[in-house]
T-cell receptor, first 113, second 112 residues
Framework: DGGITQSPKYLFRKEGQNVTLSCEQNLNHDAMYWYRQDPGQGLRLIYYSQIVNDFQKGDIAEGYSVSREKKESFPLTVTSAQKNPTAFYLC????????????FGPGTRLTVT | SQKIEQNSEALNIQEGKTATLTCNYTNYSPAYLQWYRQDPGRGPVFLLLIRENEKEKRKERLKVTFDTTLKQSLFHITASQPADSATYLCALDMDSNYQLIWGAGTKLIIKP
């Protein structure tokens, strides 16, 4: 089956630790995205990548980092510099451009205490 | 800045009736508007896309309208069922890049 996988589903970390969220897709999409979702707010874009070895900051990139070494993979690192990291993180992929639907993974719920 | 507004209060509809959700936007002229369904604790799932030159789009029991003068999209579910209960998100394209701007979503509850 084609789709996007994210792991783990739930993640718990102590404050001050970096943590990496996994995102893999087998849809052969060039574009991949990371969003953060908080209660009562729309999805906010953290980073996006249009092609391998290239990525751009979204609206809330501070405290996060990404890499795109392979077309299939777009891991997100939440660093200790992110002031409020507890949230639901969603990865998505699509054909490039706003005319195309985005396919989402199941999400990772990160709790930092 | 661009802003998208969806009803923040949950919408309660009796089974079998038509549910209508609203998406309003300001300060922007999107070329495309998309609607997604999101169930609790899961990622959004794409439902429909409508282009700026399309007035209406249908898919089975779903219908989307796009009024660029009013800067509004309406999302209709006819013959609603309890299984349609979910949060529905609208998203607009930024046109200049790959970004979508997302509304916060409206929670729809279909009562049997």
């Amino acid at each position: 089956d084609g789709g996007i996988t994210q792991s783990p589903k739930y993640l718990f970390r102590k404050e001050g630790q970096n943590v990496t969220l996994s995102c893999e897709q087998n849809l052969n999409h060039d574009a991949m995205y990371w969003y953060r979702q908080d209660p009562g707010q729309g999805l906010r874009l953290i980073y996006y990548s249009q092609i391998v070895n290239d990525f751009q900051k979204g609206d809330i990139a501070e405290g996060y980092s990404v890499s795109r070494e392979k077309k299939e993979s777009f891991p997100l690192t939440v660093t200790s510099a992110q002031k409020n990291p507890t949230a639901f993180y969603l990865c998505a992929s699509s054909e490039p451009g706003g005319a195309y639907e985005q396919y989402f993974g199941p999400g990772t719920r990160l709790t930092v205490t | 800045s661009q802003k998208i507004e969806q009803n923040s209060e949950a919408l309660n509809i009796q089974e079998g009736k038509t549910a209508t959700l609203t998406c309003n936007y300001t300060n922007y002229s999107p070329a495309y508007l998309q609607w997604y369904r999101q169930d609790p604790g899961r990622g959004p799932v794409f439902l429909l896309l409508i282009r700026e030159n399309e007035k209406e789009k249908r898919k089975e029991r779903l219908k989307v309208t796009f009024d660029t003068t009013l800067k509004q999209s309406l999302f209709h579910i006819t013959a609603s069922q309890p299984a349609d209960s979910a949060t529905y998100l609208c998203a607009l394209d930024m046109d200049s890049n790959y970004q979508l701007i997302w509304g916060a979503g409206t929670k729809l509850i279909i009562k049997p």
